[in-house]
């Protein structure tokens, strides 16, 4: 018995077995008693992460891995399976820390950053494969091209490193595109605390227009008086650091 990949979900299953045994061995296993495996399709890192002493939850929406992965593997219990990575409230470990790993779905990878993101209070570290373009993405630097609104707000909470490219043909169905795995590790920047809407609301819309200065692109936001003369309104979005963003962002709130 097999899995079909199903289009839909965005499946395609990892084949090779150094790749899975490296993607794994990316998590440090250190700190927290729990992990979550987001897609576990076939258990190709499944197996891996049963031999650790954490507790493995499993975020799955296809029925027919969910019963792939219970006929297959005898220590997967139904108490496992949590559903749906992006409807998760984390409730079930009950405040404990949880790390995430995953061969993630290429449709929705930002939606999975932004849900880590959202929790990370509760997620010290993350080892994933994306589409190799979110994995440069996320892990760009200042003044690149790859530098974006993704970079500045997963690295607002995270530091990112980006581990290694995998190739189309160790995939099942291979996709049309290389991938990229990359690892965050929890690190917060001081000064954000109560100032993350105002903190995606800079960011967002210095970005929308790149290639302005700041001073143009952050108008619809009424900039504060204040601010209009500082040195950021000179700068384009993409040449400011996530630490300047987040300076900003307070001297913004400071002055409204």
Known sequence: MSVKAKKHLGQHFLTDENIARK????????GYPNVMEVGPGMGVLTKYLLEKDQTVYLA??????IEYLKKNY?????????????????????????AIIGNFPYNISSQILFQIVD???????????????????T????????????????????????????????FNPPPKVKSGVIKL??????????????????????FNQRRKKLSNALKPLNIPEALKTHEFMD???????????????RL????L
Request: charged share 25%; hydrophobic share 40%; proline share 2%.
């Open 23 to 30: 993607i794994v061995e990316g998590l440090s296993f250190t």
């Open 60 to 65: 799955e929406i296809d029925m027919e891995s």
């Open 74 to 98: 005898s220590t997967i219990t139904e108490k496992a399976f949590v559903g749906d990575f992006l409807k998760q409230d984390f409730a079930f470990v009950n405040g404990e820390q949880i």
């Open 119 to 137: 929790h990370y209070e509760l997620i010290p570290e993350m080892v994933g494969m994306f589409q190799k373009e979110v994995a440069e993405r």
């Open 139 to 170: 892990a760009a630097i200042p003044r690149t091209k790859d530098y974006g609104i993704l970079s500045v707000l997963i690295q607002a909470y995270y530091d990112v490193s980006y581990l290694f490219t995998v190739h189309e043909n160790v």
């Open 185 to 206: 590790t929890r690190n917060p920047k001081e000064g954000l605390a109560g100032n993350e809407v105002l903190f995606k609301q800079i960011v967002k819309t210095g």
């Open 235 to 249: 700068k384009r979005a993409e040449e400011l650091s996530v630490s300047d963003f987040i300076a900003f962002t």
């Open 252 to 255: 913004w709130k400071e002055n």
